[in-house]
């Protein structure tokens, strides 16, 4: 909602590569996961969902429990294929925010994920899992 908590709030301007005296101006309010929360007391974002191991990027889920204390929950990342390229084991968790980080390596840290596409999948309280998409640059 719109009385919700606030992150950050800022302005991005966006300069045109073609013709560089052409601007425009965003204005740009980061909420809070619960702002978001769907019907059921959960969320799950994925703060920047596009990364590169090339800039020490990590991929950062954040699940929001508003509604049920004692709510099991289980992250999973597949790759495009359905392989299972990193998965968070099962735990109960309170109301409140919770945060998983993928240093985006596969083989216990051996080597960086290819680029691609993948998937985050957190199952948390109801039968329905959430999906969000994450992708990997060079």
Do not use: H
Not at 91 to 103: A, H, K
Not at 121 to 138: D, E, S
Request: aromatic share 8%; net charge positive; hydrophobic share 40%.
């Amino acid at each position: 909602g719109a009385a919700g908590a606030r992150f950050g709030e800022g302005v991005i301007e966006m300069v045109s590569i073609a013709d560089p005296t052409k601007r425009s101006t965003f204005r740009v309010v980061l909420v809070a996961p619960s702002d978001v929360a769907s019907k059921e007391g959960r969320a799950v974002l994925i703060w920047n969902n596009v990364v590169s191991p090339k800039r020490g990027d990590k991929a950062r889920i954040l699940v929001e429990i508003t509604n049920a204390a004692g709510t099991n929950v289980q992250a999973t990342i597949y790759d495009g294929d359905g392989n299972v390229v990193r998965e968070w084991p099962p735990e109960r968790r309170d109301r409140g925010t919770w945060y998983y980080e993928w240093d985006l390596t596969l083989e216990g840290g051996l080597r960086y994920a290819p680029a691609g596409t993948y998937f985050v999948r957190v199952q948390c309280g109801t039968p329905k899992p959430i999906l969000r998409r994450l992708v990997i640059v060079k």
